[in-house]
C-alpha cells in the first residue's frame, strides 16, 4: 500500500475503533464482536509500524506509550480544583437552599442538577481543539499531578473528542474509580504478590492512577464519570445540565442517575432513593452532590474562600457500628497466606449483620494495635466486606495483650515465614491442605510436569473428594480413582493415566519449577537444576551455597532453604521421585546462545514474541523478563521500552531483530550442512 492510501485507511480505522470504544466502554452498547475490534486494531497497528511517521499522539494504539517516569510532574490548574462543603443533615440542605435565596435577594425558581457523588478520585482532563493534551489530579487543588500517560490508558476516556467541531479549549473534571469488583480483584493480586491491600476502592483507585508506569495503570480497570467544567473557550451551553449533555456527546461519559429537580422534597427523595440502592450500584458512592443548575445563577453566587455557594455534598450517614472482638482466628489462603480474622459479636451496620472482619496482616494488626477483648469501630462501605476501622483503646481491659500471628501453620503446622520486601506470612508446607489445589494444578501445569488433561476442574475434584491428599498421590493414581470423579468414563480415564506415564521422562528443571517453591520461577529452576545436577544435592545445599548462584537473591535462598528443611516437604519429593519419574539428561543445548541469557523489548515484526522465545531456547539460550547485569543479550524490536536504555547503561551486548533472525538463519543453515559434525 502506498504512503497516501495508507494514510487514507489509517485515518479511517481509527474513527471506527473510536467509535466502537465509544460503544464499548461509555454506551455499553457493543455492536461488534471482541474477534471483530481485535482485527481492525491488529490492521491499525501493522500499519503504523509501516508507516511510523503516520502515529499521532491520539490514535488508539497510543493509550500504553509512555515510559515509566522517576516522578510526576506538576500542573497548575486553570481555574482552582475547590472542594464542595459537605451537608449531614436535612437541616444543613435547608440552610443551603436558604442562603441562596438570601444571596441573591429576588424571588427566583431554581431549578437543581443531583447526582450521586463518586467515591474516587478527582481528575481534570485538558482538551485542546478535541484532542486529549493533559490529564491532572486535583492535587492541592491549585497545582495538581500530570498523569496524562496513564489516563490515556483509561478506555472509557476519550483521546480525541467524538465532534467534528470540539471547543478550541474544554476542561473538563470527573472522578476516576474502580469498581466494586475490580477493587475485589486487584486486592486478591495484591494479597498474591505478598503486597498490602488498599483499604477501600478510593485508595485503590488513586494507587492505579498515580503508578509511575503507565502500563501497570493500564491493567487496572479504571473508570471515569465526568461532572464540571473548568476553563472552557467556545461552548455555548446555558445550564449545567445541558454542559453534561454535550460533554456526553463529545464521548465523555456521565453518570447516568443525574437528574435535575425543583424543590427540596424532591432532592430528599432523590437522597434516600440513592442510599437505598447503594449495595447494588456497582461502584461506591457516598452521598448526594447538588448543584444550581442555570450556569448565570451560579456565577452570580460565586464562592466563598473554601467552596462554591451553589453546590453541597449531602453525605450518607457512616454505616459505622461498634462492637466487641471475641477472638482472632487465622486463616490460611489458597496461596499459603496467613490471615488475622477478627470475630466480633454479630453487630447490625445498615440492615446487614456482620460478625467477621480481615486484619489483612501483622503490620495492619500491629498500626490499629487490635486485641482479642477490643472494642472497636466496624465500618461497611457498599457491600465490601467490614472492615475495622478503630479501636476504642480507653474501654480495653488493662489485661488484654498485642496480638502476634503464629510461626506455624494453624492448618498443617509447617513453617510460617515472612519475606523480605512482602508483608504476608506464607505457610511453607508442601502438603498444606489449605494450599493443595492450588499446588496441583502448578504442579500440572503445561510449563510445570505438563500432565495433559489435568486442568482446573479435575484437579480440584481430587481434592474435593479427597482423592488426593498432597501432590505426591498424582503419580500413584489408579482407574479406580479416577472413576470416583463426575463424568469419567473408561476412554477419558486411560487418557489421564496415560497423561501421567507420559509427564514421568521430565527435565529435573521442570521437576524443581513444579513443587511451586515460593519465589521459583522457570528461569531459577533451570539455574538450580544446572547447578546442583540432582535432587539430593539440592536438598543438602546450604543457604550460602544457594546465595551463591547468579540470579539467587538472599530472599530465594531463604525460601529455598526453608523449603528442603522441612521433612515432610522432603518425604513428599521423595515418593514423587519413587514413583518412577526419570530425568531427560540435563545436556545443554548446543547453539548461538548456549548457556546465554537473552531478554526481548519492543514489538516483534516478523513473528510473536513465544515463537522468538523458542528459537533462542532451541539455541540453548534462556529468556528473561527483565534486564539485569548479569544479561548476555538484549533483542530490540519496534518501539522498544525502557529496557534499552538499561541495557545500554549496563553495556548489554544489543541485537537488533533484523540481526537476530540472521543469526538463527545462520545457525540453523550450519545445523543442516553439519557443521556441528
Ligand atoms: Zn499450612
Redesign the pocket.
Same mark, same amino acid.
Given at each position: 500500500m502506498d504512503k497516501d492510501r495508507a494514510r487514507e485507511r489509517i485515518e479511517e480505522l481509527r474513527t471506527i475503533i473510536r467509535y466502537h470504544d465509544y460503544l464499548y466502554y461509555v454506551k455499553n452498547q457493543p455492536e461488534i464482536t471482541d474477534s471483530e475490534y481485535d482485527k481492525l486494531f491488529a490492521e491499525l497497528r501493522s500499519l503504523e509500524n509501516q508507516f511510523p511517521d503516520l502515529i499521532t499522539s491520539d490514535s488508539p494504539t497510543q493509550r500504553v506509550s509512555g515510559e515509566p517516569q522517576k516522578e510526576f510532574k506538576t500542573r497548575q490548574h486553570t481555574i482552582p480544583m475547590i472542594s464542595l462543603d459537605n451537608a449531614f443533615e436535612e437541616s444543613d440542605i435547608f440552610d443551603f437552599i436558604n442562603r441562596i435565596k438570601r444571596f441573591v435577594k429576588r424571588h427566583i425558581d431554581i431549578d437543581f442538577v443531583v447526582e450521586p457523588k463518586i467515591d474516587g478520585l478527582a481528575l481534570e482532563l485538558v482538551y485542546e481543539n478535541g484532542l486529549l493534551v493533559a490529564g491532572v489530579t486535583r492535587g492541592d487543588g491549585i497545582t495538581g499531578e500530570d498523569v496524562t500517560a496513564n489516563v490515556k490508558t483509561i478506555k472509557t476516556i476519550p483521546l480525541k473528542l467524538m465532534t467534528d467541531d470540539p471547543p478550541p479549549l474544554l476542561e473538563v473534571r470527573g472522578e476516576v474509580f474502580l469498581s466494586k469488583s475490580a477493587f475485589q480483584m486487584i486486592n486478591e493480586q495484591q494479597e498474591e504478590q505478598g503486597k498490602p491491600p488498599f483499604a477501600n476502592p478510593r485508595n485503590a483507585a488513586a494507587g492505579s492512577l498515580r503508578q509511575l508506569d503507565p502500563s501497570i495503570t493500564a491493567k487496572r480497570p479504571l473508570s471515569a464519570f465526568f461532572y464540571a467544567p473548568g476553563m472552557i473557550r467556545g461552548l455555548n451551553v446555558s445550564t449545567h445540565f445541558e454542559f453534561l449533555q454535550k460533554i456526553n456527546s463529545y464521548g465523555l461519559k456521565i453518570n447516568p442517575l443525574v437528574k435535575t429537580v425543583k424543590d427540596i422534597t424532591e432532592i430528599f427523595n432523590y437522597h434516600r432513593y440513592l442510599s437505598d440502592i447503594r449495595d447494588s450500584l456497582p461502584y461506591e458512592i457516598d452521598g448526594v452532590v447538588i448543584k444550581v443548575n442555570s450556569l448565570e445563577l451560579q456565577k452570580e453566587l460565586g464562592e466563598t474562600a473554601r467552596s462554591p455557594r451553589w453546590a453541597i455534598a449531602y453525605k450518607f450517614k457512616p454505616r459505622q457500628a461498634v462492637t466487641k472482638i471475641n477472638d482472632i482466628i487465622v486463616s490460611?489462603g489458597r496461596t %499459603?497466606t496467613l490471615t488475622p480474622v477478627a470475630i466480633f459479636e454479630p453487630v447490625d451496620i445498615a440492615g446487614v449483620t456482620v460478625s467477621r472482619a480481615t486484619l489483612h496482616n501483622q503490620d495492619e494488626v500491629d498500626r490499629l494495635d487490635v486485641r482479642v477483648g477490643d472494642y472497636v469501630v466496624v465500618e461497611r462501605a457498599g457491600d465490601v466486606i467490614p472492615e475495622v476501622v478503630k479501636v476504642l483503646k480507653e474501654k480495653r481491659a488493662i489485661t488484654s495483650t498485642p496480638f502476634k500471628l503464629p510461626d506455624k501453620?494453624p492448618? #498443617? %503446622?509447617?513453617k =510460617?515465614i515472612k519475606y523480605e520486601g512482602e508483608v504476608a506470612i506464607r #505457610?511453607t508446607?508442601i502438603d #498444606?491442605? =489449605?494450599?493443595l489445589k492450588e499446588r496441583i494444578k502448578h504442579f500440572c501445569k503445561k510449563d510445570a510436569m505438563d500432565i495433559e488433561g489435568f486442568g482446573d476442574k479435575i484437579c480440584d475434584q481430587l481434592v474435593e473428594k479427597k482423592i488426593v491428599k498432597g501432590i505426591e498421590d498424582i503419580f500413584y493414581l489408579t482407574m479406580g480413582d479416577l472413576f470416583k470423579l463426575e463424568r469419567m468414563g473408561k476412554k477419558l480415564a486411560e487418557n489421564l493415566l496415560n497423561s501421567i506415564e507420559k509427564a514421568k521422562k521430565t527435565e529435573f528443571y521442570r521437576f524443581i519449577y513444579a513443587l511451586g517453591i515460593r519465589f521459583v520461577g522457570e528461569v531459577t529452576a533451570k539455574k538450580l537444576a544446572e547447578t546442583f545436577k540432582n535432587i539430593d544435592n539440592l536438598i543438602n545445599a546450604k543457604e550460602e551455597e544457594l546465595k551463591s548462584i547468579p540470579d539467587v537473591g538472599p530472599v530465594v535462598a531463604k525460601s529455598i532453604f526453608t523449603f528442603f528443611s522441612e521433612e515432610k516437604n522432603i518425604t513428599a519429593v521423595k515418593k514423587i521421585l519413587s514413583a518412577g519419574i526419570v530425568f531427560k539428561e540435563n545436556e545443554k543445548v548446543a547453539g548461538f546462545f548456549s548457556g546465554k541469557s537473552v531478554v526481548f523489548t519492543g514489538t516483534l515484526s516478523s513473528m510473536p514474541r513465544g515463537e522468538a522465545k523458542k528459537l533462542v531456547e532451541k539455541q540453548g539460550g534462556i529468556v528473561k523478563s527483565s534486564v539485569t547485569k548479569d544479561l548476555d543479550y538484549l533483542i530490540v524490536g519496534e518501539e522498544p521500552g525502557s529496557k534499552l536504555d538499561v541495557a545500554k547503561g549496563l553495556n548489554i551486548k544489543i541485537l537488533s531483530e533484523e540481526e537476530f533472525i540472521k543469526l538463527i538463519k545462520k545457525e540453523e543453515e550450519n545445523k543442516v550442512t553439519g557443521r556441528l559434525l
Open positions: 490460611v %499459603g501453620c492448618i #498443617c %503446622g509447617s =510460617a #505457610c508446607g #498444606c491442605p =489449605a494450599q
